[in-house]
């Protein structure tokens, strides 16, 4: 224990010195202690750093929902007695069936879904036309057209996936369903503001479900056993998005859209509107061309091209993490925005040449 005259002496020689160097031994201290506690200081500063965006969120949500909402209540309202008629149409082709329309439905409602959504990048992708859309490729020098053996192998997995996989899944998702309580009936669709709710939760729930296993099978002990399956495919294709090894598609593809759902004890056709959405969502991420009026793939491009960067859905915890940091040095970054007009992002922000040889070789190494 210090000596009252020890505490004085310190005290009297910390006040002799000048106040510049006061701070800089603070700050110094500071610093040594922060190195010897990383991670609690990494993770103070992802906590601030989830504060700033949600709270950022919040006002301008606060400031624009009147307006937004009164807008789309007026389509929503004026249109509910169609949407309704539209779900009592689906319930009833299926006998007002509940097992029947909450597995079978479910199942055949997302596979149509994910094919239709794949069409047309499939056309392009084993054709390599019509040539003005090739113009919109990321990775111009890959998959044009894509090698027909490796394209079965894909189609092969997928297939499994959504069969063989898929039906048990239904099944037991249906349980949990009926568990929460989720309705099938026309009657009980919900309000547009609770389905608006309801879509925002689930892109929450999918963005934490996703990053956390996606970065889990980036472990180096998992990698080579799970995930490098999805990665033999550098330069992906809209049909690889579901192309996994099953472990991977059941904990990463299938559950974290569907936790949202059953966390809020949906309706039916909400889980369907939004299955739908994820499905198109996930498509377009890999499918490789950055065409006008659609939501930018290059975030996730470019994660399979250096393996290590934007796990996520939304890119919010990528952003928290860090885990986006070398991205957002590239010109693939600037790239990264909803295109507006017809001239292809590759050509109004080329990459530098030298850059360009050493993404493609250090992706090559990864």
């Excluded at 149509?112 to 019509?130: E, M, Q, R, S």
């Excluded at 894509?146 to 069969?163: C, G, S």
């Excluded at 299955?275 to 659609?294: D, K």
């Amino acid at each position: 224990m210090a000596m009252p005259s020890e505490i004085m002496k310190t005290t009297t020689e910390r006040e002799d010195k000048h106040p510049e160097v006061v701070s800089s031994e603070i700050m110094k201290a500071s610093a040594q202690s922060q190195s010897k506690h990383p991670k609690v200081v990494h993770l103070l500063d992802s906590v601030k750093k989830t504060a700033f965006v949600v709270g950022t969120a919040l006002l301008v949500f606060a400031a624009a929902r009147n307006s937004i909402t009164w807008h789309l209540q007026q389509f929503w309202g004026a249109s509910g007695d169609f949407w309704q008629r539209q779900w009592t149409f689906i319930y009833q082709l299926f006998g007002e069936d509940d097992v029947f329309i909450g597995i079978w439905g479910t199942l055949g409602f997302t596979t149509a879904v994910f094919w239709l959504a794949n069409l047309l990048f499939l056309l392009i992708d084993i054709t390599g036309k019509p040539a003005a859309l090739i113009k919109y490729k990321i990775q111009q020098d890959k998959n044009i057209p894509v090698p027909f053996p490796k394209l079965m192998k894909a189609v092969q997995q997928v297939l499994f996936n959504q069969i063989i996989l898929g039906i048990p899944f239904s099944y037991v998702a249906y349980q949990v369903m009926q568990w929460r309580g989720c309705s099938h009936k026309a009657e009980d669709l919900p309000t547009f503001q609770w389905v608006l709710l309801e879509m925002f939760v689930f892109s929450l729930v999918e963005e934490i479900c996703f990053y956390y296993t996606h970065r889990l099978f980036h472990h180096p002990r998992v990698y080579k056993y799970i995930h490098k399956r999805h990665h033999e495919w550098t330069a992906p294709i809209g049909l690889v998005s579901i192309y996994a090894h099953p472990v991977e598609h059941i904990l990463s593809n299938i559950l974290p859209p569907t936790l949202g759902p059953v966390l809020m004890g949906s309706h039916l056709a909400t889980s369907w509107m939004w299955f739908g959405v994820a499905l198109i969502s996930t498509t377009v991420a890999h499918c490789g061309y950055h065409f006008p009026l659609i939501p930018s793939p290059e975030a996730h491009d470019f994660h399979h091209l250096k393996f290590n960067q934007n796990y996520g859905v939304l890119g919010i915890l990528d952003r928290l993490h860090g885990t986006d940091e070398v991205f957002r040095t590239t010109k693939a970054y600037q790239r990264h925005i909803l295109l507006l007009g017809l001239s292809p992002l590759t050509q109004q922000i080329p990459d530098d040449t030298k850059d360009k040889k050493s993404n493609i070789s250090k992706g090559k190494l990864e």
